[in-house]
């Protein structure tokens, strides 16, 4: 197995980004190997600076990068030798089985989309976001940032991709799912998230328990939560908030603690015919190296191969 990770990518790089692949050896196989895809020379000064061999890595060259303010598609279009394009060059021509990047987060969609493309049937890809459990464990939200408008079947495909994810990778073994709502009628809410409901009332894609309310994201009531991309971020940024400013006024909790993005590193973009993980542009070592350990997990799960299956 062959992961791409994109050392030119966010605020930090490549520190950050070479710091967390050399932290990702100690606990990835033998048989997983690490593409460096960015500056070489930079790439080779740096590990031998940490006494770390070359040979622990392999190393694609490249020194454009698509900055953060830059238009996806056209600096795509405009930047072939980019470490997004030619990742996703490597990607598309399976000599890596994922490519992982904290670079254009909209850059990686539109890659994404342009060059793997979406699994037949799948009306919109999406990303998730982990959600600790105030009683244990985790769940997950969907959408949480590329879809601010939904339509119903959007967000009936939605579950049925988040659960697929949390019982593949995450081992949930036939997950609940939620629909996020105000209100646990199936009457509440707007005329979208009615229809959704009515849609995933007798589902048998997947094991659907009802609405679930902004008070109950962090119990045990569901552990897929599905919502459109705009409220699902507004959730994501708010609960990471909450975060900073526990640990501002030097506090600590065991359950507050699980906020801490580090821990989870990246999310894979759902959907799609093969592996791509985005991270936050502001990731640390930690981040890349744990977005680098579920980079091979999700490889191992084979969850785009099933996603395909259930679409077909």
């Known amino acids: 197995m062959k992961i791409g990770l994109?050392?030119?990518?966010?605020?930090?790089?490549p520190e950050n980004c070479l710091s967390g692949a050399v932290m990702a050896l100690d606990e990835l196989p033998s048989d997983v190997k690490i593409v460096l895809i960015g500056d070489s020379g930079k790439a080779k000064e740096f590990l031998k600076s940490r006494n770390v061999s070359e040979d622990k890595f392999e190393f694609v060259h490249a020194t454009d990068i698509i900055q953060m303010g830059e238009h996806p598609t056209k600096a795509l279009a405009q930047k072939p030798q980019s470490t997004i394009s030619i990742g996703f060059k490597l990607l598309k021509e399976n000599e890596i089985q994922c490519f992982a990047s904290a670079g254009n987060t909209g850059a990686m969609l539109v890659g994404a989309m342009f060059s793997v493309k979406a699994v037949s049937g799948v009306i919109r890809p999406c990303i998730t976001s982990i959600l600790p459990k105030i009683t244990g464990g985790f769940g997950i939200i969907l959408d949480v940032g590329t879809n601010a408008d939904c339509k119903p079947d959007v967000l009936y495909q939605f579950a049925i991709l988040g659960s697929i994810f949390a019982k593949e990778v995450y081992k949930i073994q036939n997950p609940k799912v939620g629909l996020l709502n105000i209100g646990e009628e199936p009457e509440k809410g707007n005329l979208v998230v009615q229809a959704t409901h009515s849609l995933m009332k007798d589902s048998k894609d997947f094991n659907f328990v009802g609405n679930v309310e902004g008070l109950e994201v962090f119990e045990d009531k569901a552990d897929v939560i599905v919502c459109e991309g705009f409220t699902g971020n507004v959730l994501l940024k708010n609960a990471e908030a909450f975060y900073s400013?526990?640990?501002?006024?030097?506090?600590?909790?065991?359950f507050f603690d699980k906020f801490n993005y580090e821990l989870y590193g990246g999310t894979p973009i759902l959907g799609i015919n093969s592996n791509v993980m985005i991270a936050h542009g502001k990731s640390s070592p930690l981040a890349f190296k744990n977005?680098?350990?579920?980079?091979?997990?999700?490889?191992?799960?084979?969850?785009?191969?099933?996603?395909k299956t259930i679409f077909q």
């Open 6 to 13: 994109d050392i030119l990518g966010g605020d930090f790089a």
């Open 245 to 254: 400013m526990i640990k501002k006024r030097n506090r600590s909790d065991e």
């Open 291 to 307: 977005m680098l350990i579920l980079s091979k997990d999700i490889v191992e799960a084979n969850l785009n191969e099933k996603i």
